[in-house]
């Protein structure tokens, strides 16, 4: 993270933003995740006192009920918890059910847990596996960032069901 990046995603108006985003669920608790895809930043919003991590973002703690939540950068790196394959879905730019689309969510290491869930790139139905290790990367879909992952380790023969 750099200071320049974080003043760069900080200065887009609101407006921008759900411009930038259309369809997506940006809200006051999600818009600081929202500008860190901007400067391709994964921020997920983490308790300020007790240090515990949320995810979806919502203004109070879970463990404690503070509301001294920051939006903090993550590592991007983590392994599948839980991996499908959409035959249908709604219509997204860059999206090609007929392959079809792998959806996966993924146990991120900064806390047990704490899941962020995306696509995976360079990976058909035969390469995505629970237990897979994972890292960030992004993509463009319809002009915005999008933060997906990319196989780094497969798991071993032991990986869990693809539904
Ligand atoms: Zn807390």
Not at 49 to 74: F, I, K, L, Y
Not at 98 to 121: I, K, M, N, W, Y
């Amino acid at each position: 993270m750099t200071e320049t990046a974080t003043a760069a995603a900080g200065q887009v108006s609101d407006e921008e933003l759900l411009a930038r985003f259309p369809g997506q669920p940006v809200d006051h608790d999600s818009a600081a995740h929202y500008r860190g895809r901007l400067a391709h930043r994964l921020l997920i919003n983490r308790c300020g006192d007790c240090g515990t991590w949320h995810q979806p973002p919502r203004p109070v703690c879970p463990a404690c009920w503070s509301s001294n939540v920051v939006a903090t950068e993550v590592a991007g790196t983590g392994t599948v918890h839980l991996a499908i394959f959409l035959h249908q879905g709604p219509p997204a730019p860059g999206v090609d059910y007929a392959t079809p689309h792998p959806v996966v969510t993924v146990d991120l290491d900064e806390q047990p847990g704490l899941r962020f869930t995306s696509t995976v790139v360079d990976a058909d139905r035969e390469r995505v596996r629970v237990g897979d290790r994972v890292a960030l990367e992004w993509i463009d879909r319809g002009g915005a960032p999008l933060p997906v992952f990319r196989v780094v380790e497969a798991a071993g023969s032991a990986g869990g069901e693809s539904a």
